[in-house]
């Protein structure tokens, strides 16, 4: 199972990283990123840390991607942050995407799934048809989350991308121990949100080589 959409102490999660790799493996997961949320004020010690619990990771089993989650960063400096970002070392580029509870710019949605260094579009709310498109043709995935607020727009953006031809991905936007989600669970929020059940098998069992394909 993977998970590229999670945060710890170093941003507004409640874990530091090793304790949340460590709950991560015990849920069965192989594959995660911590994505905290990202500006230009943190960029750089965010990337910086996470080199430092890769073999944390790896001797609990868990293939950790160094991520980040630009966050309410104005959309015309989203291309500029992902590409630092990922001159940095970044491996996994998600952008916080326009969800219907909060005040998230206009255009983020469309500078993210026009930006070549940029992996995952999160909960991008009423995204239109436009930037599903684009998301599709650049090979952005769009997140389906099973966090409340941002998942009303689930059953929306699983109908999006499929008129697009957008890949889609189950996470969890993980914020405390109790965000992490089960197998169980993953597969009824890919339900929930409209997809019929052979479309979540094959979501949910996405692997980072498919995902991160940029
Ligand atoms: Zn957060
Ligand atoms: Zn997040």
């Given at each position: 199972m993977y998970d590229f959409h999670c945060h710890t102490t170093m941003s507004d999660g409640e874990l530091?990283?090793?304790?949340?790799i460590r709950r991560m493996a015990v849920a069965g997961y192989t594959e995660m990123a911590i994505a905290d949320h990202a500006d230009?004020?943190?960029?750089?010690?965010?990337?910086?840390?996470?080199?430092?619990?890769?073999?944390?990771?790896?001797l609990y089993g868990i293939r950790l991607f160094t991520g980040v989650e630009i966050t309410h960063v104005p959309p015309?400096?989203?291309?500029?942050?992902?590409k630092y970002a990922k001159s940095l070392g970044a491996e996994v580029v998600v952008v916080h995407g326009e969800t219907i509870t909060e005040p998230v710019a206009p255009g983020t949605n469309q500078a993210a799934v026009s930006c070549p260094y940029v992996d995952i579009l999160a909960h991008p709310g009423l995204i239109s048809d436009e930037d599903a498109g684009l998301a599709a043709k650049n090979g952005v995935c769009l997140e389906i989350t099973s966090r409340n607020g941002h998942s009303k727009t689930n059953?929306?953006?699983v109908n999006a991308a499929r008129r697009a031809g957008?890949?889609?991905?189950v996470q969890s936007d993980i914020h405390s121990p109790d965000d992490i989600i089960s197998e169980n669970?993953?597969?009824?929020?890919?339900?929930?949100a409209g997809m019929s059940k052979d479309e979540a098998k094959t979501v949910?069992?996405?692997?980072?080589?498919?995902?991160?394909?940029r």
């Open positions: 530091i990283p090793t304790e949340l230009f004020s943190n960029v750089e010690f965010l990337i910086e840390a996470q080199e430092k619990v890769k073999k944390s990771a790896g015309g400096e989203i291309g500029e942050i992902a059953g929306h953006v957008a890949k889609v991905v669970m993953r597969n009824l929020v890919a339900l929930g949910l069992s996405r692997t980072s080589k498919e995902i991160l394909n």
